[in-house]
């Protein structure tokens, strides 16, 4: 069981910056494809963005410019760069990740992280 740990999240005022991590836990072998999502209170789960094992990446429109998803394979985490924080970003934040751990497929969700941005 490939097990995502997320940190990072927290309080920020508009205009502010954070960094989340998403570390995996288990021996894993090959993970493809990295996602960051979140969800707002009353909405529903939305794809902020992507990075694949080849490094390529993909992002939401109401993120493009902001945010920066990179990973470090080497250490299996993943990482999302937030700037330019509006009060719109606030939100539960899910890492999410699938690949190949012991020869098994896995796709596992991060514990989420509370990004609030508010003055």
């Known amino acids: 069981q490939v097990q995502l740990a997320e940190s990072g999240g927290g309080l920020v005022h508009p205009g502010g910056s954070l960094r989340l991590s998403c570390a995996a836990s288990?021996?894993?072998?090959?993970?493809?494809?990295m996602n960051w999502y979140r969800q707002a209170p009353g909405k529903e789960r939305e794809l902020v963005a992507t990075?694949?094992?080849?490094?390529?990446?993909n992002y939401a429109g109401f993120v493009k410019g902001r945010f920066t998803i990179s990973r470090d394979n080497s250490k299996n985490t993943g990482y999302l760069q937030m700037n330019s924080l509006k009060p719109e970003d606030t939100a539960v934040y899910y890492c999410?990740?699938?690949?190949?751990?012991?020869?098994?497929?896995?796709?596992?969700w991060g514990q989420g992280a509370q990004v609030t941005v508010s003055s």
């Open positions: 999410n990740a699938n690949g190949y751990s012991d020869g098994r497929f896995f796709n596992s």
């Open positions: 288990a021996s894993i072998l090959r993970i493809n494809a």
């Open positions: 990075i694949t094992s080849g490094g390529s990446t």
